[in-house]
């Protein structure tokens, strides 16, 4: 009976060992959660102060002291400042605003809200000076978010409203044609329906980009690929590449280039410039970027030890490539927005790349008195040299970045003929007295 009796107390013991234990680890849960709420409420979010005003008193005062109310109403009384201001002129900027208001006008509510005018007015204040959006705030006197979302909203409009008119696609064999005699007529390249390039658009570095959007030139960007025409209005676009991509890679896997590659694009049938040559094609012409192909020419490869034949086509190449440069350093010597980095998502700074084109193309196709840009702003030919165009002074040549050059540039022996052909009417037929006399 003793060796029971020890052993249940021994039994009870153990309970009574386990049983604290059991309490102590209890104890250390309860304290371990009592410090996990400690934390949690300290992290919660303060509660909402209340907003001490409605609206901001200064922004009381815009519709008495608002830039829009209080001056562009004289200024628009000078036409030139009016036109240094947002880039046209009074009457321009009416007729812009009769096709974008309906389309940016607010319904009035609990406040006012800011006129179209005042919309329109602020958003190409902001595009022609790229001033930060604050600035643009306080000069209208609206908070740094509404001009945001009015600049936004604008530009977006600006797409939609002009897009079908001054940049339609696909274009039509007779306006191909057309410009084809335009090229003809001004750079004396014959068969010519545009020039191509890319360009680094350069931009803030967006959230959870990695390495997308960094380009060779060691900044973030997307790339412009455009091509115009011969008088430097913008025909095909492609806005919103990565920066670390090429021009020909843009080139190759844009929709244009697709259509152009599959002969989608309504182009000319081949026709011969001479009575004894080959048909040619109607051409893009580009720099080394670009891949030689049967609807596309690029200069001869190297710099020194070239013939006189090919030296000869690669100067006719390069005064008809010179159009899209031309319209590149316009595009930023009006719209100075793009001489510095953009602060903006990658959507919004696409947006506003779109406003631009369609605005440039919109004031050039009514620019018969020469007052969206000069006769002297593009590169001009004299008997013997080149006259450097008045952009690349005001803006230099880094405003925008080229594009880098690399990939495959195998051409078919077809794309080489054509070439061929076309260098042997430049040094032939299509010779011209002034392309032995360059300096």
């Not at 959230?207 to 025909?235: E, Q, R, W």
Request: proline fraction near 4%; hydrophobic fraction near 40%; aromatic fraction near 12%.
């Amino acid at each position: 009976m003793f060796s029971a009796y020890k052993y249940e107390a021994w039994i009870a013991e153990c309970q009574r060992i386990i049983d604290r234990e059991n309490k102590k680890k209890l104890k250390l849960k309860r304290v371990a959660a009592a410090l996990i709420i400690n934390e949690m409420r300290k992290k919660k979010k303060r509660p909402y102060k209340k907003k001490s005003f409605w609206i901001r008193p200064l922004f009381l005062l815009r519709q008495i002291h608002g830039f829009y109310e209080a001056i562009f109403p004289t200024l628009s009384l000078d036409k030139d400042m009016f036109k240094k201001y947002i880039r046209m002129t009074p009457s321009q900027f009416e007729e812009l605003l009769g096709l974008v208001g309906p389309l940016i006008s607010k319904e009035s509510g609990i406040r006012n809200p800011v006129p179209v005018a005042a919309r329109l007015a602020m958003t190409l204040r902001y595009l022609a000076t790229g001033d930060c959006m604050t600035s643009t705030a306080y000069q209208y006197l609206v908070g740094f978010t509404t001009a945001s979302n009015i600049i936004g909203e604008t530009c977006e409009a600006l797409w939609n409203c002009l897009s079908k008119e001054v940049l339609p696609f696909p274009l039509k064999t007779t306006d191909w044609l057309n410009i084809a005699q335009e090229f003809e007529n001004q750079w004396q390249f014959n068969h010519c329906i545009g020039a191509i390039d890319g360009k680094h658009i350069l931009i803030e570095c967006p959230d959870n980009a990695g390495s997308a959007y960094f380009n060779y030139k060691n900044a973030h960007s997307i790339v412009l690929l455009g091509i115009c025409d011969a008088k430097y209005i913008f025909t095909l676009v492609e806005i919103g590449a990565y920066g670390r991509r090429s021009d020909g890679g843009i080139f190759r896997d844009s929709i244009m280039g697709q259509k152009f590659n599959e002969r989608q694009m309504s182009l000319p049938k081949p026709e011969r410039l001479t009575d004894d040559g080959m048909p040619l094609p109607y051409v893009l012409v580009g720099d080394e970027a670009f891949q030689l192909s049967d609807y596309l020419l690029r200069p001869y490869p190297g710099r020194g030890g070239l013939s006189q034949d090919w030296s000869i086509f690669n100067y006719r190449l390069s005064r008809a490539r010179r159009t899209i440069e031309n319209a590149f350093g316009i595009l930023v010597s009006q719209w100075r927005i793009l001489k510095r980095p953009i602060n903006a998502t990658v959507d919004n700074t696409i947006n506003m790349i779109k406003a631009i084109i369609c605005l440039h193309n919109w004031l050039r196709k009514r620019d018969d008195t020469n007052e969206y840009i000069s006769p002297n702003t593009g590169d001009q030919y004299g008997s013997n040299d080149l006259i450097s165009a008045s952009w690349r002074q005001e803006v230099g040549d880094s405003a925008l970045q080229d594009v880098s050059i690399y990939g495959n540039h195998n051409s078919s022996r077809s794309a080489i003929a054509i070439r061929e052909e076309f260098s042997n009417f430049f040094n032939g037929e299509g010779a011209v007295p002034w392309q032995y006399n360059r300096n």
